[in-house]
């Protein structure tokens, strides 16, 4: 059986990330990048699929913590024996990659297990492995993965095994190594020095946000800290989650692969790093964004691999179950060649955003710009996917609309006031305006609606204010808000839309609360805007993670996870009910 989404933390390197099981399990881990084959799949899966444990043999009481403000884990575990303590880290990424367990003994004597099931294709195919004095070695493909430890190992069945006993006060070492298969066998790293150096790492990296800048410091910080893991160290790129196909409804088949890059995550994510102090990310973002685009604004996609590459064909494994017996699993993304008319306005509105943090506009965004508006005055009025990017017929969505009315006013700061493309797209702006508050409103239920003619709330529309498309309190879009608030609410979260009640239902999609809070902040209602951070807060897991979705009758998180746009939101809503930010809709 899976183990319960919280049940995991985060390691990364920069470059890759793994999940690691409270019970001493690592679950998954794609290498040697975000998006590269899975070794490690019991996540999706069973143990068979590909796992390395490391904990007691005899059952043992868990408690853990990441030490301080840093990306090392720290697991305790407590058996009759003693205890025993298990650090998980990946230093920073040089020339290889390396995941490093280190054991030690805090009291009495402990007996270990320790199995390594290295499966390559997803869950499907194990490598060829030998084993040798100080470890094993294990080849598929261009891949070669090398372990060494302080205790023999043990080839059974295709999987790496290991017996020892911990005393207190000793300390074992073991790390796995990613390198080509063809290249030359990289020098063993000395584990103690690199858990020195990511722990210093990690600490002059957030050590660079004010955390007196807001009410709360904690979850900023580990918010900062789990997008900074997601955000591939050499491109900028931030991809949406690490992990694929978990589910947004229980056992069902809304299973999509996050590892790549959005753009209409843009805004958030540059937003989210400049009110924080990182002006460094932010621009590392905005030029990932300027090369995944280049040239051709017009065939610009929704998503992007995380070093700009824009080929996310989608098939499904069948060799693994799948979480929870969620099916299929998928890798790749086939929305990605969806047309969504929004994602024009979300990348002006980032590149504006950009240009009034201080961030220098070049040559090449100038121009980029221009293609996006002149592209975006061809297509604005046509149908597209919508945000949530529906697999159904294309519509008119109330949201996508609002924002090319957001791409034509983010067009119009950068023109000078006799520049002959300004009063065209005046005339487009308020031409977009009036259709989207003439035919995104519905009348007779008194509020904006999902799409043009429907009867459908969406707590997309939350996003309108926050863009600047109507003020918060004009009086249609506070009737939107409270039409959301009581029709959308589940348990004191926000879902996307309205629940079947067929047991089909997603969780409640906790980005949706906190964009409802910066919604009440905008209104003046900052105590109901801060309960609802503090109810998206307090359903994060012991070490402060977020998924994408919260099963309110379950109790439990569920989609991809953690989740790059919960984590944004939490950081830019915490900071603007903190103070004064630098918010998309011009304050």
């Not at 969806?338 to 590149?351: A, N, S």
Request: glycine fraction near 10%; charge should be negative.
């Amino acid at each position: 059986m899976s183990k319960p989404i919280e049940d995991y933390a985060l390691i990364g390197d920069g470059q890759t990330a793994a999940l690691v099981a409270r019970d001493g399990s690592i679950d998954w881990l794609c290498w040697p990048d975000f998006d590269s084959d899975a070794c490690l799949c019991a996540l999706l899966g069973e143990a068979e699929n590909g796992r390395w444990l490391i904990a007691p043999h005899e059952p043992a009481d868990v408690e853990r913590r990441y030490r301080g403000d840093t990306l090392v884990l720290e697991t305790t575990f407590r058996t009759d024996e003693g205890s025993v303590r298990v650090t998980d880290f990946m230093p920073i990424r040089g020339r290889h990659s390396d995941l490093v367990r280190i054991v030690e003994g805090m009291s009495g004597s402990v007996a270990m297990a320790f199995e390594l099931r290295l499966r390559f294709d997803y869950g499907a195919l194990p490598p060829w492995c030998e084993t040798r004095a100080d470890g094993a070695v294990a080849t598929v493909g261009q891949h070669r993965i090398i372990l060494r430890g302080a205790a023999p190992v043990t080839l059974v069945a295709g999987r790496i095994e290991a017996g020892f006993t911990v005393h207190a006060g000793e300390t074992r070492a073991f790390v796995l190594t990613c390198t080509a298969s063809w290249d030359l066998e990289p020098e063993p790293i000395d584990a103690r020095a690199a858990l020195e150096a990511t722990l210093v790492h990690w600490e002059r990296w957030i050590g660079r946000f004010d955390a007196g800048r807001t009410n709360w410091p904690d979850a900023v910080k580990r918010s900062l800290l789990t997008l900074k893991a997601m955000v591939h160290q050499r491109s900028g790129g931030l991809i949406a989650a690490p992990t694929t196909s978990l589910p947004e409804a229980p056992a069902g088949d809304m299973n999509w692969d996050y590892r790549y890059s959005w753009l209409r995550d843009a805004t958030f994510t540059l937003g989210a790093f400049i009110n924080a102090g990182y002006h460094e990310e932010a621009t590392a973002w905005r030029d990932w964004l300027l090369r995944a685009i280049a040239g051709a604004p017009d065939e610009m996609r929704i998503m992007y691999r995380v070093d700009g590459s824009r080929h996310l064909d989608e098939w499904t494994v069948d060799a693994l179950p799948g979480y929870r017996e969620a099916r299929p699993v998928r890798i790749g993304n086939a929305a990605s060649t969806q047309v969504q008319i929004d994602v024009y306005g979300e990348v002006l509105d980032t590149l504006a955003l950009a240009r009034r943090a201080g961030i220098p506009a070049s040559e090449h965004q100038e121009a980029t710009e221009a293609g996006i508006v002149a592209h975006l005055e061809r297509v604005w009025h046509h149908r597209g996917s919508g945000v949530w990017e529906s697999r159904g017929q294309p519509r008119q969505y109330t949201y996508s609309k609002a924002m090319c009315w957001v791409g034509f006013d983010r067009a119009l700061d950068r023109l000078q006031p006799k520049d002959e493309a300004r009063g065209r797209l005046e005339a487009l702006r308020t031409r977009v305006h009036a259709e989207v508050c003439r035919e995104g409103w519905n009348a007779g239920l008194g509020t904006f609606t999902q799409s043009y003619g429907s009867h459908a709330l969406d707590a997309s529309l939350l996003l309108l204010p926050l863009v600047g498309f109507l003020p918060a309190d004009d009086p249609r879009m506070a009737a939107t808000i409270a039409r959301i608030g009581a029709e959308l609410d589940q348990g004191g979260f926000i879902r996307r839309t309205r629940a079947k009640g067929d047991g089909t239902d997603e969780g409640a999609f906790l980005p949706c609360s906190l964009w409802m809070a910066d919604c009440l902040r905008l209104q003046g209602r900052g105590d109901e805007a801060a309960a609802y951070l503090e109810r998206v807060l307090g359903v994060a897991n012991d070490v402060g993670l977020l998924s994408e979705e919260y099963d309110v009758p379950g109790r439990c998180l569920m989609g991809n996870f953690p989740q790059a746009l919960t984590h944004l939101a939490v950081v830019n809503t915490a900071l603007s009910l903190s103070g004064p930010v630098l918010d998309r809709g011009g304050g």
